[in-house]
């Protein structure tokens, strides 16, 4: 079934965790090592701009669905991010702009480069890049579904397992439309089935990997996919993204937890 992208805009709201009881974490509250994978999570959701902001430079912007859900999905990141950040204030975590600012500032020349990658990489791939795009961003809202649930399994928190299941629901609607924008485009071109295949299997990472250190990223993915549950997951990711065309076989998560050293 096509994404019905006017639908979606015309439904996209903010998330809510304002009758949530967050003063629960006050005296139940979540452990260190919680607390760091969600201070990841949050400054990931706070740095979608800085993704839609290279894809402006590529063909991905001329597509007015792609524009169209672009908006509202960044807007959308926006407020999981601050609705991490809530949580994250009950523990005396301050995430702000001024920290995402920071974050920024430390990636130096790499953050303003990006753009003018994209933009190069689009230009010598034409309209083709518009399914790695989809591809991309498919597999990494596949792995966000994923890392909410698995945070949510292994806390047993109530307020943060719905927080989460609140936010997994709107990401879930961003898998939906980067899954039949994908599908479509490979589906219609051999040439955007290789290049897509041969950006996944060589660039891809963990979302987030680009703007914390090694050793967050190793914490995050232990945290969340060691283990047998976690491998079964991650698993599940991998099987998503190769059932699309042209990318049966990829193993892209699991083989991005065996580079980290997760154990299984």
């Known amino acids: 079934m096509a994404f019905d992208i006017d639908r979606y805009t015309a439904t996209s709201v903010g998330v809510r965790w304002d009758d949530l009881d967050l003063e629960d974490f006050r005296a139940h509250p979540l452990p260190e090592r919680s607390l760091r994978t969600l201070r990841y999570m949050a400054d990931v959701e706070y740095h979608t701009v800085c993704y839609t902001r290279d894809l402006l430079t590529t063909p991905s912007h001329r597509e007015p669905d792609v524009s169209a859900f672009m908006t509202m999905w960044n807007r959308e990141e926006f407020w999981h991010g601050e609705a991490l950040a809530a949580v994250l204030a009950m523990h ?110 060589r660039f891809w990472a963990p979302v987030g990997s680009s703007i914390n250190s090694t050793d967050d990223v190793r914490h995050v993915m232990t945290h969340l996919m060691s283990g047998t549950e976690g491998r079964r997951a991650a698993r599940k990711v991998d099987e998503s993204i190769s059932g699309m065309p042209g990318l049966e076989g990829l193993t892209i998560v699991q083989d991005a937890l065996e580079e980290l050293g997760v154990p299984a």
């Open 92 to 201: 005396d975590i301050t995430v702000d702009y001024d920290v995402l600012r920071a974050s920024r500032l430390k990636l130096g020349w790499k953050d303003r480069l990006d753009p003018i990658k994209q933009s190069v990489l689009g230009s010598l791939v034409g309209a083709d890049f518009v399914a790695v795009h989809m591809s991309w961003g498919a597999a990494n809202e596949w792995s966000a579904i994923t890392a909410y649930q698995r945070m949510a399994e292994l806390e047993e928190h109530p307020v943060l397992a719905e927080l989460l299941r609140r936010i997994a629901k709107q990401e879930a609607r961003h898998v939906a439309f980067y899954t039949s924008q994908a599908r479509e485009r490979l589906a219609a071109s051999t040439k955007a089935q290789k290049v897509t295949r041969f950006a996944l299997s």
